[in-house]
């Protein structure tokens, strides 16, 4: 099994971009960016070719300007987040996170029905 990178914070804000919007130029990333984060376009420029040789991001370079996009899919990368989160700050367990993340925030209706019926369905896989 090949270790997955953990991307940092600044890392995860370009890959929301590249989630968000496909594939994109350094110059379209620095302006999606430009609206929440205070970044420069050569520390986007920088970030992008960190986050290549990491394995993050794929490059084309068919064209004069590169054009990113996103190594893996937003949900594999987030269950490699949740998993080195689990192992770092609960110790392995799953239900201790659950119960953090649950207790953090006041949830909507349709968040609570969402989070039931996906215990539901666990429960069902268990017996």
Do not use: C
């Not at 984060?37 to 920088?46: A, D, H, I, N, P």
């Not at 970030?47 to 899919?73: C, I, T």
């Not at 392995?92 to 925030?105: F, H, I, N, P």
């Amino acid at each position: 099994m090949v270790k997955q990178t953990i991307p940092t914070a600044t890392e995860l804000a370009i890959l929301q971009v590249l989630w968000t919007f496909g594939p994109l130029t350094v110059r379209d990333v620095h302006k999606h960016l430009s609206t929440s984060e205070s970044m420069g376009y050569t520390s986007v420029l920088k970030m992008l070719q960190v986050m290549h040789k990491k394995g993050l991001v794929k490059r084309n370079e068919q064209q004069r300007s590169h054009v990113y996009r996103s190594a893996r899919p937003a949900e594999q990368t987030q269950r490699g987040l949740v998993r080195h989160l689990v192992d770092s700050a609960f110790a392995g367990s799953a239900s201790d996170l659950v119960v953090r993340a649950l207790s953090s925030k006041k949830l909507s209706k349709e968040e609570v029905d969402t989070i039931r019926k996906l215990i539901d369905e666990k429960a069902q896989e268990n017996d």
